[in-house]
């Protein structure tokens, strides 16, 4: 009789290949004797985005690679969810299943903190301000709205003034060591730069903070929605505009804080930790996005070139990025080095690849690992000409789904494919000013940054862009998607597609 070979799924049998690098960093890891994690050995730390893509796995980093000793999470009540229902759902994330193994009690570190970054004073209570102040040794900033089409009042409240109001919380806590402020690369991407070099330095902003505070707190919405258009003429959405002018408060505000911003480009899926391709619905609304409904046969058609480059960076490299930037600050600080550091976290300076490498590479090898999901064969056409997306996208996208919705109403099923058309039509138009432009990032202090490592800690907070296998992390990035998804149905794609981000 034949002996039966039980065969492991690509899928898995690739993910274990990469996991095992693990295992030298765990290692290291477990000593907790590396200079970085000295540092933020009994450390305090306050933390704003908690409850975002970015903020999760910054929580679930430093938890398992440093002995800090609390974590003071700010959240909201939100859809009828307190903020203990919000943290108890946050911390049921795969995301944090190594670190449960690792240290079963880590939630003993966790201190949840009621409030809203878009009110005064973050929403905090007198206790919970006082205590902040009191214990606090490090700020990480990085709440903010990514939605491009968010008001500009709402992208004003968050990221402007909760900017200048987690600076002044900053500003009051007695053992401060060091702020992080989390911007984005693209604050300064505006339409005359396009091409041109994007240094790790403070850029004029285009309106003072405190008059764009006063507008949106004060002039009618639908007075600030009208000459939106007008003050944002040189940036392609509100997210931008309002983190170019939240930088200026860093600049001026944070000046006599032991201060420093963090940049990073389009944040895609883990390339290690705390396993590879780990993803989450929130960055479903950009790169990802994109790489969802190509891999499942939705998408054909993109409104780039094959030529354009493809700027992503690991949201484990970021989180990496942000802790050694925190450790750099306080130490530089500690030698009378003032002057804030600025530093991009981008990959195509020292590791570029295009858009079509990677909708090339994603289209081949998304087919080795389907999803029940899937609805068509996976092809995209890459077109820079405005009148060739309007037609592809009617011949490929809308014209079938229309199609299929009248099948759909004929066996009484609900119709749901033409929007669906219409959303994927709407995100390609509203990615395409970062799909078909290039800036040059300059990241020489990020790069400086990793340098100043010891070797124990280069393994440990990892984020050197030029060693990044962009054929190997796009498997996992597929993959990533592919566990995120498999649970789900179509429906999926039109909450996924309701808002647009980077």
Not at 28 to 54: E, I, K, M, P
Request: glycine share 4%; hydrophobic share 40%; proline share 4%.
């Amino acid at each position: 009789m034949a002996k039966v070979v039980e065969m492991m799924d690509p899928a898995q049998e690739f993910v274990a290949k990469v996991a095992a690098r693990m295992k030298p960093l765990n290692e290291l890891t477990a000593r907790g004797t590396s200079d970085v994690q000295q540092f933020y050995n009994g450390v305090n730390v306050f933390l704003t985005g908690g409850s975002g893509y970015l903020g999760k796995q910054l929580i679930e980093k430093l938890l398992r690679a440093t002995a800090v000793s609390k974590i003071f999470v700010l959240l909201r009540s939100k859809k009828g969810k307190s903020v203990e229902q919000r943290l108890s759902e946050i911390l049921e994330d795969p995301l944090y299943d190594l670190l449960r193994e690792q240290q079963p009690y880590f939630t003993q570190r966790l201190v949840l903190v009621s409030g809203d970054i878009s009110e005064l004073r973050l929403g905090l209570n007198e206790k919970d301000w006082n205590t902040i102040t009191e214990q606090v040794d490090v700020v990480f900033h990085l709440a903010a709205t990514t939605r491009f089409d968010e008001p500009l009042r709402v992208a004003t409240m968050i990221n402007i003034r909760g900017t200048r109001e987690t600076l002044a919380l900053g500003k009051a806590c007695k053992k401060l060591k060091s702020f992080v402020y989390v911007s984005t690369a693209y604050s300064h991407a505006c339409i005359d730069r396009i091409g041109k070099d994007l240094l790790e330095k403070f850029y004029k902003s285009p309106i003072n903070p405190e008059t764009m505070i006063q507008m949106a707190e004060t002039m009618d919405e639908a007075r600030l929605n009208d000459i939106t258009p007008e003050l944002i003429s040189n940036w392609p959405n509100t997210y931008t505009f309002s983190k170019s002018i939240a930088e200026e408060l860093a600049h001026t505000i944070g000046n006599d804080l032991p201060l420093c911003v963090v940049r990073p480009s389009i944040v895609t899926s883990s390339i290690l930790e705390p396993n590879p391709g780990w993803v989450d619905m929130s960055c479903m609304y950009g790169a990802s996005g994109l790489m969802v409904t190509i891999g499942l046969g939705i998408m054909h058609v993109m409104y780039a070139g094959n030529s354009n480059i493809a700027e992503f960076i690991p949201i484990d490299y970021v989180n990496n990025a942000i802790v050694i930037a925190g450790w750099e600050t306080a130490r530089r600080r500690a030698t009378s080095e003032n002057k804030t550091r600025i530093y991009n976290v981008c990959s195509t300076a020292r590791n570029l690849a295009t858009w079509g490498y990677h909708r090339n590479f994603a289209e081949k090898e998304a087919r080795k690992y389907p999803t029940p999901m899937m609805v068509a064969y996976q092809f995209v056409l890459h077109t820079e000409n405005p009148i060739l997306f309007w037609i592809y996208s009617w011949i490929l996208h809308i014209i079938p789904a229309y199609i299929i919705d009248g099948i759909c109403i004929m066996v009484g099923k609900e119709r749901r494919y033409a929007k669906l058309a219409k959303k994927l039509y709407r995100m390609s138009k509203m990615l395409t000013f970062f799909l078909r432009n290039y800036w040059k990032f300059d990241d020489k202090n990020t790069e400086a940054l990793y340098n100043s490592l010891s070797k124990e800690d280069r393994v440990i907070f990892n984020f050197d862009v030029t060693n990044i296998d962009w054929q190997e992390y796009a498997i996992s990035w597929i993959i990533g998607l592919r566990n995120v998804l498999r649970f789900d149905d179509l429906d999926l794609m039109n909450r996924l597609l309701s808002k647009d981000r980077i």
